[in-house]
């Protein structure tokens, strides 16, 4: 078990390890703080991402890998810290029950940082509802730059799950200007990409201006800073622009910054987080939600491109678990040893491999270890990895912590690239939009085409009317596989990718692209995990 948070070590001596002192942070309570910006200076480190194969539904462990990581880089007597993504109240309540990793490989104080942390999504979730009622406001009062209702295109955000309010309708009663609108969940607000992409204040002001929201009647762009509204937005988000401090299970300083989700946005904790982590430790571990396909596509081609960013190293995680599932085990079956099937389920590992080859960066597999994994099916995940002259290292951190993530941590210092060698994007910035999308289709997802609907042929012709090809490209697509179809398991090939819609988030610096039946609300399971969270003799229970 975790230890309990009354044992954690005090913020300002996790914030010493990283050469802060008092003057650098500002604390919330005895176990959280936030960093001033300006004691983020040039990095110095060297930057490991942790990704995954395909996401099963037994899980794959991500975060607590990374978390794992860094405690056996730090049981090795190295400088580390981890930067990790915020959690959503929307998986907390749904499906998960929580974020913070797992067993000995969490970060604490672990309800809190599920829960309500520093406020930095409550932050987001209200400035992005005040642009939206600004928007109808300026509406309602009929301002001089009245904006089209028909063509509004900034919805409301909430951070729970709720399909009730993907489409609702608004201004009824005589209260306003009535118009269909949305919820988006506050994960896929571009106000949270945003705030995760932003290098500072002035950068952070310079986004939200250009957010575009809507268009006049004459079919002209109307931006936020048009609106005249960034700089109370930006009076919102001052706090929440700040990463936030805590630490490990075993005391590793952690940074817990942004949660953009990796299938319906952009998947990685804040640049400034990260830039955080690499000034002050010799080494800094950030992972990329989902799969490689999703979040670390992303991670190379959004986050690294603007912000000067490369890695060392890129250890993919995998399960025996999740093999099987990829090799047509059943849920039930899971448990019973059956080294075919992880052979069969290896094409997918071996797709996110050639993946990250085609980017020129380091692979290194890490089996996240389960009790119930048999010798024999662990050595056919060895073998293959040895024929392909990948590095790989069976971890335990779940049940050991940092004394059972050694040996991974050993591997990466091993065969991580002494000094950086450039990556290679997936695509260029001046390919027309639908080039890049093919680019991502096939290099990275093992794709044969796209498909465009006549809505997204639309939207690009609206993109191409403001100038805005030149921007890198945000595909939301299902997680559960390499094509935009959650049935297809495994190493899928010979298939399309749908693109929908295209959404234009000039704030954040992307073109979201909105493949198959991809939502940007999510609803709740059959039974959620809110059903098992409580507070049961004052302590918080459920949320794992």
């Known amino acids: 078990m975790p230890p309990n948070p009354a044992s954690l070590r005090p913020i300002l001596e996790v914030a010493a390890e990283l050469g802060l002192g008092p003057d650098g942070i500002i604390p919330y309570g005895h176990d959280k703080a936030k960093i001033r910006l300006e004691a983020i200076g040039a990095p110095r480190g060297r930057l490991v991402l942790v990704s995954a194969i395909t996401p099963t539904p037994a899980g794959e462990g991500k975060t607590t890998t990374s978390i794992g990581l860094a405690q056996g880089l730090r049981r090795l007597g190295q400088s580390v810290c981890v930067a990790l993504r915020e959690p959503s109240l929307g998986p907390v309540f749904g499906m998960k029950g929580g974020g913070t990793g797992g067993g000995l490989s969490r970060v604490q104080p672990s309800a809190q940082i599920?829960?309500?942390?520093?406020?930095?999504?409550?932050?987001?979730?209200?400035?992005?509802?005040?642009?939206?009622?600004?928007?109808?406001?300026?509406?309602?009062?009929?301002?001089?730059?009245?904006?089209?209702?028909?063509?509004?295109?900034?919805?409301?955000?909430?951070?729970?799950?709720?399909?009730?309010?993907?489409?609702?309708?608004?201004?009824?009663?005589?209260?306003?200007?009535?118009?269909?609108s949305s919820f988006v969940i506050t994960a896929a607000s571009e106000l949270m990409a945003i705030l995760c992409l932003a290098t500072g204040p002035a950068d952070l002001?310079?986004?939200?201006?250009?957010?575009?929201?809507?268009?006049?009647?004459?079919?002209?762009?109307?931006?936020?800073?048009?609106?005249?509204?960034?700089g109370a937005l930006c009076a919102l988000l001052s706090d929440a622009?700040?990463?936030?401090?805590?630490?490990?299970?075993?005391?590793?300083?952690?940074?817990?910054?942004?949660?953009?989700?990796?299938?319906?946005?952009?998947?990685?904790?804040?640049?400034?987080?990260?830039?955080?982590?690499?000034?002050?430790?010799?080494?800094?571990?950030?992972?990329?939600?989902?799969?490689?396909?999703?979040?670390?596509?992303?991670?190379?081609?959004?986050?690294?491109?603007?912000?000067?960013?490369?890695?060392?190293?890129?250890?993919?995680?995998?399960?025996?678990?999740?093999?099987?599932?990829?090799?047509?085990?059943?849920?039930?079956?899971?448990?019973?040893?059956?080294?075919?099937?992880?052979?069969?389920?290896?094409?997918?590992?071996?797709?996110?491999?050639?993946?990250?080859?085609?980017?020129?960066?380091?692979?290194?597999?890490?089996?996240?270890?389960?009790?119930?994994?048999?010798?024999?099916?662990?050595?056919?995940?060895?073998?293959?990895?040895?024929?392909?002259?990948?590095?790989?290292?069976?971890?335990?951190?779940?049940?050991?912590?940092?004394?059972?993530?050694?040996?991974?941590?050993k591997a990466v210092m091993e065969h991580a690239e002494k000094t950086s060698i450039p990556y290679k994007p997936t695509y260029e910035l001046d390919l027309p939009v639908v080039d890049k999308i093919r680019a991502v289709t096939r290099k990275i997802y093992g794709g044969r085409d796209v498909v465009l609907t006549r809505e997204a042929i639309r939207d690009l012709g609206v993109v191409k009317q403001l100038g805005l090809t030149g921007l890198p490209i945000c595909i939301a697509k299902t997680q559960s596989s390499l094509s935009d179809d959650p049935k297809l398991r495994g190493r899928p090939t010979d298939f399309d990718v749908t693109v929908r819609r295209v959404r234009i988030s000039a704030g954040a610096g992307f073109l979201v692209v909105l493949t198959g039946d991809i939502l940007t609300m999510p609803g709740l399971p059959r039974r959620p995990a809110a059903h098992d969270i409580d507070v049961v003799d004052g302590q918080i229970v459920g949320v794992e």
């Not at 919805?155 to 009663?173: I, K």
């Not at 401090?245 to 952690?254: I, N, R």
């Not at 953009?260 to 640049?271: E, K, L, Q, R, T």
């Not at 080859?357 to 060895?382: H, K, Y």
Request: aromatic content about 6%; overall charge negative.
């Open 114 to 180: 599920n829960l309500h942390f520093t406020g930095d999504l409550h932050a987001i979730s209200a400035a992005h509802n005040l642009l939206a009622t600004l928007i109808d406001n300026h509406l309602f009062r009929g301002a001089e730059q009245v904006l089209n209702p028909r063509r509004i295109l900034w919805p409301r955000a909430l951070d729970v799950n709720d399909r009730a309010l993907r489409n609702v309708v608004v201004g009824l009663g005589g209260q306003g200007v009535p118009r269909e």
């Open 205 to 230: 002001r310079a986004r939200i201006g250009r957010i575009l929201v809507g268009f006049t009647p004459a079919r002209e762009a109307v931006t936020v800073d048009d609106l005249g509204f960034t």
């Open 241 to 409: 622009l700040m990463p936030n401090l805590v630490q490990t299970t075993e005391g590793v300083p952690a940074i817990v910054h942004g949660g953009p989700f990796a299938n319906i946005a952009h998947g990685c904790s804040s640049i400034l987080g990260t830039r955080a982590a690499l000034h002050m430790a010799d080494w800094a571990i950030t992972e990329a939600g989902f799969g490689f396909d999703l979040g670390a596509e992303k991670f190379f081609d959004i986050k690294a491109r603007m912000a000067g960013l490369d890695t060392a190293a890129v250890v993919l995680v995998c399960t025996v678990r999740a093999l099987k599932y990829h090799g047509g085990v059943g849920l039930k079956d899971l448990e019973q040893p059956d080294p075919e099937a992880v052979s069969r389920g290896l094409p997918n590992l071996e797709k996110h491999l050639e993946s990250i080859r085609t980017l020129g960066e380091v692979a290194i597999v890490a089996l996240n270890r389960f009790s119930a994994d048999d010798a024999s099916e662990i050595e056919v995940i060895a073998q293959r990895c040895a024929a392909l002259g990948i590095p790989f290292a069976v971890s335990d951190h779940f049940g050991s912590g940092g004394d059972g993530a050694v040996e991974l941590a």
